[in-house]
């Protein structure tokens, strides 16, 4: 038979197929009602197994292994169920690093994270921010993608046996999106005729995905000039019809974006909240990127968010947290009406089921993962024990909001020395401008009484550099002037709460909806102030360089990363423009070399401590929260009064600053 005859028969059955399955499903009466699950993973960050890389231990309260076994136990207890995965998928452990940039993973071998999720069998997923970060070509390799870009070699390799979708991405090249903008699954699943019997119907699922726009600021070495980005709900309005088109039973989003009520604006990073207000068509939507847990009390009290049953204006959805703690689940009711499904709003909910109910309290881990990625992990561990020197002092994060820059310094003099090299071979113009540097504490506490950087003193290993610097970001160095100097450090103090010094209850220092990471601490012979008894944008304070007050027109150069230069934490003055150095070595390595160059990394090596608060005395406790140990990890490093008040039961504890004593 020739292929033309084989393709044509093919066809005939295909079609055939089809209209069994519509004919089928016309004959489902009316009332006829299905129960359909979603489960979501998001920002699983290639957290694959329960393992910390930095303390080289079993750590049982993050990890894909273990959330498979709750997406085991709800298969088992729903009968109708959807995987999928909301993105930021292939970046952000160790071993996500060993196989982007160590060892890069080779086109016929599938991505160690994707060869633990082909196990579980995702209908579908989509392409989250950190996705880009190592690069399109590493990209369109590990997704198995053929994007029309310039610098991608169109090639077949080993990417995931389930499909992404990504509605808002195009290439600059030819215009269209990188990936596929929509998809429709198809699925048989089981509902209750109205006189009670059981019948298997068919259910197609459309499926969109989104990525945050302001990709493009985060990531713009990698795609500026090579892809385009649309927002959100202007994405969504697009392909909707064409998706709708289709005729699918039901249609999902996979946003990953959180939910932000603030002024929509293409470029906006959490639409979720616009999308299910402004865009109707879509049943149920996947949140993600906040690394928050949704339902739940981070939401509470935003307009048209049901913080309870799980709906943002009335449209059931769901984030799943991070690292893999969580599996979200969205329960829908699908109801037979004029010869279609549709989704009874008024029955929807949704929950997050966390791996762990308790610190010691963790479901077991799904033993059919750990051996898909053994070798990896084995060489992983290996890799991350390579040494490159020697420190006689601890590094911690512990008290890094309250001026401990211990594992901030040896980041910061990196950075100054790599930018004032490549400016003496560069760009002798820039010679006699002073050269600062910008670090922020990536890890404070917000995974945990375990999610703090700490390096003992002895052996430094890549490890320590990874602990030291957690992204893998690129560095960058931009050009502002003393008022811009000091515009960036009020943003970074945004950090803290304002401090009432009448007030005799207790007072929290620490802003929680200010992430750590955007606290900036900025060194090179820089010293200031921070007084948190102000308010928001006046609270630096006695700014000097070089012993000297800061003038509003004097230059500096600020050695930070890619993301900061390029506008993330929306600092003033920070969106591309005021760069004068992308380089294309990122940081941690940058450390890395440093490390080697210094060999036994001392105290001596970093000047003094670039900031203090302004001394206030307060009539009640100004609290914090850190680890039950953090005055042991930190003797002899934390700054200021520090006692500790009581325990939280949690692994944390509360610990009393006083502002009004004098800092060390």
Request: proline share 7%; hydrophobic share 40%; aromatic share 8%.
């Given at each position: 038979?020739?292929?033309?005859?084989?393709?044509?028969?093919?066809?005939?059955?295909l079609?055939?197929?089809?209209?069994?399955a519509?004919?089928?499903?016309?004959?489902?009466?009316?009332?006829?009602?299905?129960?359909?699950?979603l489960?979501?993973?998001?920002?699983?960050?290639?957290?694959?197994?329960?393992?910390?890389?930095?303390?080289?231990?079993?750590?049982?309260?993050?990890g894909?292994?273990?959330?498979?076994?709750?997406?085991?136990?709800?298969?088992?207890?729903?009968?109708?169920?959807?995987?999928?995965?909301?993105?930021?998928?292939?970046?952000?452990?160790?071993?996500?690093?060993?196989?982007?940039?160590?060892?890069?993973?080779p086109?016929?071998?599938?991505?160690?994270?994707?060869?633990?999720?082909?196990?579980?069998g995702?209908?579908?997923?989509?392409?989250?921010?950190?996705?880009?970060?190592?690069?399109?070509?590493?990209?369109?390799?590990?997704?198995?993608?053929?994007m029309?870009v310039?610098?991608v070699?169109?090639?077949?390799?080993?990417?995931p046996?389930?499909p992404l979708?990504?509605?808002n991405?195009?290439?600059?090249?030819?215009?269209?999106?990188?990936?596929?903008?929509?998809?429709?699954?198809?699925?048989?699943?089981?509902?209750?005729?109205?006189d009670?019997?059981?019948?298997?119907?068919?259910?197609?699922?459309?499926?969109l995905?989104?990525?945050?726009?302001?990709?493009?600021q985060?990531?713009?070495?990698h795609?500026?000039?090579?892809?385009?980005?649309?927002?959100?709900?202007d994405?969504?309005?697009?392909?909707?019809?064409?998706?709708?088109?289709?005729?699918?039973?039901?249609?999902?989003?996979?946003?990953?974006?959180?939910?932000?009520?603030?002024p929509?604006?293409?470029?906006?990073?959490?639409?979720?909240?616009y999308?299910?207000?402004?865009?109707?068509g879509?049943?149920?939507?996947?949140?993600?990127?906040?690394?928050?847990a949704?339902?739940?009390?981070?939401?509470?009290?935003?307009?048209?968010?049901?913080?309870?049953?799980?709906?943002?204006?009335?449209?059931?959805?769901?984030?799943?947290?991070?690292?893999?703690k969580?599996?979200?689940?969205?329960?829908l009711?699908?109801?037979?009406?004029?010869?279609?499904?549709?989704?009874?709003?008024?029955?929807?909910r949704?929950?997050?089921?966390?791996?762990?109910?308790?610190?010691t309290?963790?479901?077991?881990?799904?033993?059919?993962?750990?051996?898909?990625?053994?070798?990896?992990?084995?060489?992983?561990?290996?890799?991350?024990?390579?040494?490159i020197?020697?420190?006689?002092?601890?590094?911690?994060?512990v008290f890094?909001?309250?001026?401990?820059?211990?594992?901030?310094?040896?980041?910061?003099?990196?950075?100054?020395?790599?930018?004032?090299?490549?400016?003496?071979?560069?760009?002798?113009?820039?010679?006699?401008?002073?050269?600062?540097?910008?670090?922020?504490?990536f890890?404070?506490?917000?995974?945990?009484?375990?999610?703090?950087?700490?390096?003992?003193?002895?052996?430094?290993?890549?490890?320590?550099?990874?602990?030291?610097?957690y992204?893998?970001?690129?560095?960058?160095?931009?050009?502002?002037?003393?008022?811009g100097?000091?515009?960036?450090?009020?943003?970074?103090?945004?950090?803290?709460?304002?401090?009432?010094?009448?007030?005799?209850?207790p007072?929290?220092?620490?802003?929680?909806?200010?992430?750590?990471?955007?606290?900036?601490?900025?060194?090179?012979?820089?010293?200031y102030?921070?007084?948190?008894?102000?308010?928001?944008?006046?609270?630096?304070?006695?700014?000097?360089?070089?012993?000297?007050?800061?003038?509003?027109?004097?230059?500096?150069?600020?050695?930070?990363?890619?993301?900061?230069?390029?506008?993330?934490?929306?600092?003033?003055g920070?969106d591309?423009?005021?760069?004068?150095?992308?380089?294309?070595?990122?940081?941690?390595?940058?450390?890395?070399?440093?490390?080697?160059?210094?060999?036994?990394?001392?105290r001596?090596?970093?000047?003094?401590?670039?900031?203090?608060?302004?001394?206030?005395?307060t009539?009640?406790?100004?609290?914090?929260?850190?680890?039950?140990?953090?005055?042991?990890?930190?003797?002899?490093?934390?700054?200021?009064a520090?006692?500790?008040?009581?325990?939280?039961?949690?692994?944390?504890a509360?610990?009393?600053?006083?502002?009004?004593?004098?800092q060390?």
């Open positions: 038979m020739s292929l033309r005859r084989i393709a044509l028969s093919s066809l005939s059955l079609a055939g197929l089809c209209l069994s519509v004919s089928f499903a016309a004959t489902v009466p009316a009332g006829t009602a299905a129960r359909v699950t489960l979501e993973t998001t920002d699983l960050h290639s957290h694959i197994l329960s393992y910390d890389y930095y303390k080289l231990s079993a750590d049982p309260q993050v894909l292994e273990r959330t498979a076994t709750l997406i085991q136990r709800a298969r088992a207890t729903f009968p109708n169920t959807l995987l999928f995965d909301d993105g930021d998928t292939i970046q952000g452990s160790v071993l996500a690093d060993y196989q982007a940039l160590a060892h890069p993973v086109c016929d071998r599938e991505l160690a994270i994707y060869r633990a999720m082909d196990t579980l995702y209908a579908a997923g989509t392409i989250g921010n950190h996705e880009f970060n190592y690069g399109l070509p590493f990209l369109a390799l590990v997704t198995n993608d053929r029309h310039a610098g070699k169109p090639r077949r390799c080993a990417g046996r389930f979708v990504l509605s991405v195009f290439s600059a090249e030819d215009g269209q999106p990188i990936y596929r903008p929509w998809r429709v699954i198809e699925k048989t699943v089981t509902a209750t005729t109205p009670g019997k059981t019948v298997r119907v068919p259910l197609r699922i459309g499926v995905g989104f990525a945050p726009p302001p990709i493009m985060w990531d713009k070495r795609l500026d000039g090579k892809v385009t980005v649309m927002g959100v709900v994405a969504a309005r697009k392909y909707l019809p064409q998706l709708r088109a289709q005729h699918p039973d039901l249609i999902v989003a996979l946003v990953h974006g959180g939910l932000d009520n603030g929509y604006t293409p470029k906006m990073e959490n639409a979720g909240w999308l299910a207000k402004d865009v109707p879509i049943d149920a939507m996947l949140l993600g990127h906040q690394h928050q949704f339902p739940g009390p981070h939401f509470q009290g935003m307009p048209g968010v049901d913080t309870e049953r799980g709906t943002v204006h009335g449209m059931p959805a769901v984030m799943g947290g991070f690292f893999g969580d599996l979200g689940v969205i329960h009711k699908l109801v037979r009406k004029d010869g279609h499904w549709v989704s009874d709003r008024a029955a929807a949704s929950e997050v089921m966390p791996i762990c109910t308790s610190k309290d963790c479901v077991p881990a799904d033993p059919h993962i750990a051996p898909l990625v053994a070798a990896v992990q084995k060489a992983t561990v290996t890799y991350v024990n390579t040494p020197g020697r420190t006689d002092f601890r590094m911690t994060s890094a909001d309250l001026g401990n820059v211990s594992a901030l310094s040896i980041v910061n003099a990196a950075q100054r020395d790599y930018v004032k090299h490549w400016i003496a071979e560069n760009r002798p113009d820039l010679k006699d401008i002073p050269v600062l540097s910008a670090a922020a504490a890890r404070t506490g917000f995974g945990g009484p375990d999610d703090y950087t700490d390096v003992s003193p002895g052996a430094l290993t890549l490890r320590s550099a990874a602990d030291l610097y992204y893998p970001n690129t560095l960058a160095a931009v050009r502002v002037d003393g008022a100097l000091k515009a960036w450090l009020e943003q970074s103090a945004r950090r803290f709460q304002r401090i009432d010094p009448t007030k005799t209850t007072q929290a220092l620490i802003n929680p909806n200010y992430t750590g990471y955007n606290f900036d601490q900025i060194e090179g012979g820089v010293h102030l921070i007084d948190v008894s102000q308010p928001v944008g006046q609270r630096i304070r006695d700014l000097t360089w070089d012993g000297k007050p800061v003038r509003a027109d004097q230059t500096f150069i600020v050695a930070t990363n890619n993301y900061r230069a390029s506008g993330g934490g929306h600092f003033p920070l591309g423009h005021a760069t004068v150095l992308d380089a294309p070595d990122a940081n941690r390595e940058i450390l890395v070399q440093w490390i080697r160059a210094h060999s036994h990394v001392t001596a090596d970093f000047g003094p401590r670039p900031w203090q608060f302004a001394p206030l005395k009539q009640g406790p100004v609290t914090i929260t850190a680890p039950t140990d953090a005055l042991d990890v930190t003797r002899g490093d934390h700054v200021g520090v006692r500790k008040l009581h325990d939280d039961g949690n692994g944390l509360t610990y009393v600053i006083d502002l009004g004593k004098k060390d």
